[in-house]
């Protein structure tokens, strides 16, 4: 069901819920939009030549030996890829 970004109301996107359609609103695609969260390497560079002192850590705890003694490491847990057949219906009821 592809509904058009001008006929979307509270109605619309209720009705697409109820009956678990999903709805897609056109959007254009630009791939020259980068994330909020990226930062150039550029940037990078610069953080990473700040001087120590020159850093503000009046806001952050001093971390001593105390606050590692009960650390342990883990080890994290893989993933494994599996592939699932699902029936239209199936799929379409999600």
Partial sequence: M???QDSVN???LLSCSLLRVPCSLPTQINSEIKPDYYISEKRLEEIN??????IDTCDIP???AHFWENAKLVKPITKQAISLRIDDDVLQWF
């Fill in 10 to 12: 509270s109605e619309t």
């Fill in 2 to 4: 592809i509904i058009e």
């Fill in 62 to 64: 001093e971390l001593d």
């Fill in 49 to 54: 030549n700040i001087p120590d002192e020159d």
